[in-house]
């Protein structure tokens, strides 16, 4: 009996235990509807801000240790109108494929990005951030992604209006 006792004991403190650690983790969710701002394409040099359709949902729960890692989700998806000769009409993803790191306001990880349902960045480093800009609701974000084909750093650039923001 004192076995028992005992056992039921350690099960109801190990419960107890992960209860509290996963009660500890804190995470945010961000949506974006048609409040797009710019689409950077390096492949073309085209800047668009004439979008569409810019529609985006990410959520994300930051890392606390010992047991939880960074973990994260994001999907934005945009239709551009044609502006040149050499800025064509164009639609854009922009996936999250593996999150490294987040924190309260950035993502970061490896990214694919899409044109025309084709990939053109098959897991290039990137971030997102500006995710808690003041109030959220409102206020922009960026997600920058080094493309290793083109010179310097933050080739691709997907940027929209939170238009809700949900933290638990």
């Not at 959220?136 to 010179?151: C, S």
Request: with cysteine.
């Amino acid at each position: 009996m004192k076995k028992q006792t005992i056992a039921i004991f350690l099960v109801l403190m190990a419960v107890g235990l992960f209860s509290v650690s996963a009660s500890a983790q804190r995470t945010h969710s961000v949506w974006t509807n048609d409040n797009g701002l710019v689409v950077q394409d390096p492949t073309t040099g085209c800047g668009y801000t004439s979008l569409t359709r810019f529609n985006m949902a990410t959520s994300w729960t930051e890392p606390t240790p010992p047991n939880y890692p960074a973990e994260a989700h994001f999907r934005g998806v945009t239709r551009t109108l044609f502006t040149t000769v050499s800025c064509s009409a164009s639609s854009f993803e922009f996936r999250l494929v593996r999150s490294s790191a987040t924190d309260n306001d950035s993502i970061t990880g490896r990214w694919n990005v899409y044109r025309n349902g084709t990939l053109v960045c098959n897991g290039c480093a990137g971030v997102a951030y500006g995710l808690s800009q003041p109030a959220g609701v409102g206020n922009y974000y960026k997600v920058y992604v080094d493309d290793p084909a083109y010179p310097g750093t933050e080739n691709w650039l997907y940027s929209g209006t939170i238009d809700v923001r949900k933290d638990f």
